[in-house]
């Protein structure tokens, strides 16, 4: 049974793009702010140093890549480099998201914890420096247990993408929505200490839900400075979803 089946409140939002959406609003709550300024700032560094870099070693292979083409394909280029891009985006949008997260991930916790209180009212700890440095090898083992489930299908998934054109391309695209999914969803699942075997079949559950979460915060990384605070934004809206589609169950039941 779900939470908003258990309360009076009205849901948040409708779909997993509303809920993301709603997280715009959330990240302005008073006393909420503070605790989105340091997964802001681990953002804006990360972002600036390795899109920088990545853009230059794309810049320096499609450079290879035209001097191979011969001149009457010499308007591959103008086909080539918007696709180039794209995968580029697609791609770096879930690494950058992943690594910001393993340096953020106790602070993205808290924020969790925060905006969680601001919509039930029920306070999990107070927040001080000491409750963050004790959760840091709790947080850390969860963004582990990421990793080791995303791993080996993204390798898997990634072959495919360059092997089979399109469809591939198609999976991937799934693939990297349904991971920022797992990954932002997670974290009021973790704050509960729900395993994450559990949390992977609760949001199996309903796919839909996922899916239009996980691809809205995709599309949402990929636009330039709006993407700076998408880790933030996807954090207070999954927690909103967590409320109303989740929480009633796994707090009830523990």
């Known amino acids: ?30 006393g909420v702010r503070r605790f989105v300024f340091i997964p802001l700032l681990v953002n804006l560094l990360f972002f600036s140093i390795a899109f920088y870099y990545l853009f230059l070693e794309l810049e320096h292979y499609m450079a290879m890549v035209e001097g191979m083409v011969p001149d009457w394909l010499s308007w591959i280029g103008y086909v080539l480099w918007p696709l180039a891009l794209f995968t580029l985006l697609v791609i770096f949008s879930f690494i950058f998201s992943t690594v910001a997260n393993w340096l953020a991930a106790p602070f993205n916790g808290l924020l969790s914890e925060k905006i969680e209180q601001k919509l039930t009212g029920h306070q999990l700890d107070d927040g001080k420096i000491t409750d963050i440095i004790k959760d840091i090898p709790r947080t850390l083992g969860r963004e582990w247990c990421k990793l080791k489930y995303y791993l080996p299908r993204a390798i898997g998934f990634f072959l495919i993408m360059w092997f089979l054109p399109v469809i591939g391309q198609l999976i991937w695209f799934l693939f990297i929505a349904w991971m920022m999914a797992v990954q932002y969803k997670d974290y009021p699942f973790d704050n509960h200490k729900v395993p994450f075997s559990e949390m992977k079949a609760a949001l199996q559950q309903n796919k839909s839900l996922s899916y239009s979460f996980g691809l809205t915060v995709m599309v949402f990384s990929m636009v330039p400075i709006i993407n700076l605070i998408v880790m933030p934004v996807a954090i207070c809206g999954a927690t909103a979803l967590w409320v109303d589609n989740y929480r009633g169950e796994f707090v009830t039941r523990s």
């Open 1 to 30: 049974m779900s939470y908003q089946q258990l309360t009076t409140h009205a849901p948040h939002a409708n779909s997993g793009a509303g809920y993301f959406i709603k997280g715009f609003e959330l990240i302005r709550l008073k």
